[in-house]
């Protein structure tokens, strides 16, 4: 805190991993005696930069980018890029600190790394678009590469402008490095399954959680927040799960369909047209459109899949999803409740997977882009999907393992966390202060 002041985010995602590693420095002193602890809070990397660019009116605007490079011990740096007004410092590190033991718990040779800029794309037309990612990649080529590190999408970060840095940095290094992004169109180097693998990925993910205890998505009722990338894919598997979807959101507002959200709407309006998902109440008259997001987890449901962005279910949310029966929660967003809300939930006995194990889902898929690129081979949507499927399930199952040998059997959050900083805390052991 004294050295990272202001960093709220960093803080609570530090905290919240720190707190449940104390029983595995009671059995491995050596991490301790190693700096490992030490090293593994402070990234190897950072920088920040400048991102200038030219609107549709010829006014010149001044972002802020950033990438962090935070661990190199098991392959290049891994993580998404963010595009949203509130990205800083704090935000950034909050991601790239998670994304390390993600990565490790997906079994895949890839470190942690995240950026992304303060720039908001919401209302910028396609130009604009181009203008500012071709501006940001201007810089940011000089620090990524396929060995080096290997951003992808997250928040305002598509195809459409992960096309548009792909191209840019090929002019610049005038060289057709594939493996440099993930989340590239199927067209020149994309992975089928990887605009689905966030949202499958959560919900097989919570298909193992709920087999635990007899129980299955058919007939449940599931609130999903958001209606991105990750939130349509959670949705789309869910509902061929046989679970009834009642609730997505964005940022103005929700939708409450009891009949079941119509998903073809949903991908037309934001997938397609980029418009805001209150347009759905227009077409659908069995629901209703509510202003503010929060009131979504105030609708009852048996699964809630947070999908849209950090600390959106607070203690008070959380306690309201457990008075109507919640049975278990699937964090499809990186970090989505906060620390008081995860103690409700654990509390309660809610089944709780914890983002870092059930959002693994896209960067695995991203690792198998890598793999795929290297060879210069394509994979089935079939064959794609069946390896997620089954890194889906080791996560759980190692995650489980893990609470339980170090004595907090049932605790995803614990399990996950001690799983992937032991396969990194070994790695760093191997290869020496550095
Ligand atoms: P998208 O930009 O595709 O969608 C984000 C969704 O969340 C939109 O519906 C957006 O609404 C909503 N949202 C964003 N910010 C807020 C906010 N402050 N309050 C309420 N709603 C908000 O992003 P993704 O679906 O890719 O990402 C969603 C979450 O999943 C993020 O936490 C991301 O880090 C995480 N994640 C994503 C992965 C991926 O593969 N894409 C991988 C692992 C994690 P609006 O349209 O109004 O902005």
């Not at 600390?311 to 970090?335: C, F, Q, R, T």
């Not at 064959?383 to 995650?399: F, N, P, Q, T």
Request: negative net charge; contains cysteine.
């Amino acid at each position: 805190i004294r050295r990272n002041p202001h960093e709220s985010e960093f803080h609570q995602a530090v905290k919240e991993i720190l707190d449940s590693l104390s029983p595995v420095f009671d059995q491995h002193p050596e991490y301790i005696e190693q700096g490992i602890l030490e090293r593994l809070v402070e990234p190897e990397r950072i920088v920040t930069f400048r991102v200038p660019w030219v609107d549709d009116q010829d006014r010149v605007h001044v972002n802020r980018g950033f990438r962090v490079q935070f661990n190199s011990a098991l392959g290049p740096y891994k993580g998404g890029l963010r595009f949203h007004p509130s990205v800083n410092a704090s935000i950034i590190k909050f991601l790239g600190f998670e994304q390390i033991l993600k990565n490790a718990l997906t079994g895949q040779p890839i470190g942690g790394g995240k950026g992304g800029s303060d720039f908001d794309p919401k209302g910028k037309s396609d130009r604009e678009i181009m203008n500012f990612t071709q501006s940001f990649m201007t810089e940011l080529y000089r620090h990524i590469g396929p060995d080096i590190d290997v951003p992808a999408g997250d928040i305002g970060v598509g195809a459409r402008e992960i096309g548009y840095m792909f191209g840019q940095y090929k002019r610049i290094r005038g060289a057709n490095e594939t493996g440099v992004l993930t989340g590239k169109g199927i067209g020149y180097g994309g992975s089928l399954g990887r605009k689905e693998a966030t949202g499958y990925g959560c919900v097989y993910f919570v298909e193992e959680m709920l087999k635990s205890k007899g129980w299955a998505f058919k007939d449940a009722t599931v609130v999903v927040s958001g209606s991105g990338n990750v939130a349509i894919y959670a949705i789309e598997k869910a509902q061929q799960l046989g679970a009834k979807v009642v609730a997505c959101s964005d940022s103005n507002g929700y939708i409450f369909d009891p009949e079941g959200i119509k998903l073809e709407t949903v991908k037309q309006l934001k997938e397609k047209e980029r418009k805001r998902i209150s347009e759905y109440a227009s077409l659908h008259p069995s629901a209703q459109y509510v202003e503010g997001c929060d009131g979504i987890w105030s609708i009852p449901c048996d699964i809630a899949l947070p999908c849209a962005t950090q600390n959106e279910i607070d203690e008070a949310s959380a306690k309201l999803l457990i008075a109507n029966g919640v049975k278990a929660i699937g964090e499809g967003a990186n970090m989505p409740s906060t620390l008081e809300a995860i103690e409700a939930f654990l509390g309660a006995g809610v089944l709780f997977g914890p983002a870092k194990a059930a959002n693994a889902g896209g960067v695995a898929v991203s690792a198998l882009e890598m793999a795929q690129n290297n060879m210069r081979l394509s994979w089935s949507f079939e064959e794609v999907d069946a390896k997620l499927h089954a890194i889906m399930r080791d996560i759980y199952e190692s995650s489980v393992r893990a609470a339980k040998t170090y004595g907090e059997e049932g605790n995803l959050v614990t399990g996950a966390n001690i799983a992937g900083f032991l396969r990194v805390a070994e790695a760093m052991m191997a290869q020496g202060v550095v």
